[in-house]
């Protein structure tokens, strides 16, 4: 299963998940350039480079087993776009996709930006998410290293534009939401709109971030989805001894 994280965030954030995860699921976290193992590249503004970027490690192995995607808040975005991109080009299409914490990307329209910002002002409307604690957020060396990763990630949420003139994915879609999030009912529901396949919603306890708290809860859900699409897609069972497994 490849796993994207959310702005700012890197492929670690999934390790923890290996402990809970059904052990024929093999997370694949997928770091975007600018940081973690690729802190030395250069950094991405816009959803379509990552979505090129992604595509180009990922399109020689798709086509050979079941695969699903993951991802969370900008993350989803870009596994949203990737799904598309992958169906442009006629490749095998995941088995499922799993978002979370963000809005159908149909409904982002362009808002108020905060990129641009000056830093200070910037930093105060990250603190407003909940997920960024007291003592990073005033350690300026922290910060400083951060800044320009953390614009970035938003440059390139806040320039996004929905192409309508696109197919819907034919792909099943779980949606997972925090109980606290600002993150609107109809706006959660509206991921239905985008594909042709499923979709169904699971709320969870916490806000923007609760994948930070709920990484038990998340691995059962997804587990448990896989599991049945497999079964479902191509008439395995789910014991150890026949269920092979997933990218």
């Given at each position: 299963?490849?796993?994207f994280?959310?702005?700012?965030?890197?492929?670690?954030l999934?390790?923890?998940?290996?402990?809970?995860?059904?052990?024929?699921?093999?997370?694949?976290?997928?770091?975007?350039?600018?940081?973690?193992?690729?802190?030395?590249?250069?950094?991405c503004?816009?959803?379509?480079?990552?979505?090129?970027?992604?595509?180009?490690?990922?399109?020689?192995?798709?086509?050979?087993?079941?695969?699903?995607?993951?991802?969370?808040?900008?993350?989803?975005?870009?596994?949203f776009?990737?799904?598309?991109?992958?169906?442009?080009?006629?490749h095998?299409?995941?088995v499922?996709?799993?978002?979370a914490?963000?809005?159908?990307?149909?409904?982002?329209?362009?808002?108020?930006t905060?990129h641009?910002?000056?830093?200070?002002?910037f930093?105060?409307?990250?603190?407003?998410?909940?997920g960024?604690?007291?003592e990073?957020?005033?350690?300026?060396?922290i910060m400083?290293?951060y800044?320009?990763?953390?614009?970035?990630?938003?440059?390139a949420?806040?320039?996004?534009?929905?192409r309508?003139n696109?197919?819907?994915?034919?792909v099943?879609?779980?949606?997972?939401?925090?109980k606290?999030?600002?993150?609107q009912?109809?706006?959660?529901?509206?991921?239905a709109?985008?594909t042709?396949?499923?979709?169904?919603?699971?709320?969870m306890?916490?806000d923007h971030f609760?994948?930070?708290?709920?990484?038990?809860?998340?691995s059962?859900?997804?587990?448990?989805?896989?599991?049945?699409?497999?079964?479902?897609?191509?008439?395995?069972?789910?014991?150890?001894?026949?269920?092979?497994?997933?990218?």
């Amino acid at each position: 299963m490849f796993c994207f994280s959310y702005a700012g965030g890197t492929a670690t954030l999934y390790l923890k998940w290996k402990r809970y995860i059904h052990p024929n699921i093999h997370l694949y976290p997928l770091e975007i350039p600018g940081r973690g193992t690729r802190i030395n590249e250069s950094l991405c503004n816009t959803i379509e480079d990552i979505v090129d970027d992604t595509y180009r490690k990922i399109s020689t192995i798709v086509d050979d087993g079941e695969y699903a995607i993951f991802g969370y808040s900008m993350g989803s975005l870009i596994g949203f776009e990737l799904c598309r991109k992958l169906k442009e080009n006629g490749h095998k299409m995941p088995v499922h996709l799993f978002t979370a914490a963000l809005m159908s990307p149909n409904l982002i329209e362009k808002r108020e930006t905060i990129h641009t910002l000056p830093n200070e002002e910037f930093l105060q409307e990250l603190i407003k998410f909940n997920g960024f604690p007291n003592e990073i957020i005033e350690n300026k060396a922290i910060m400083d290293f951060y800044l320009p990763i953390l614009k970035a990630d938003f440059e390139a949420i806040e320039t996004y534009t929905y192409r309508k003139n696109k197919r819907n994915i034919d792909v099943n879609i779980t949606t997972l939401y925090g109980k606290d999030d600002t993150v609107q009912m109809e706006e959660i529901h509206a991921w239905a709109n985008v594909t042709t396949g499923k979709h169904v919603t699971y709320e969870m306890m916490g806000d923007h971030f609760f994948i930070l708290s709920q990484a038990e809860r998340i691995s059962g859900i997804i587990t448990e989805t896989l599991v049945r699409e497999v079964k479902t897609s191509i008439k395995m069972h789910t014991n150890n001894e026949n269920f092979q497994g997933f990218y």
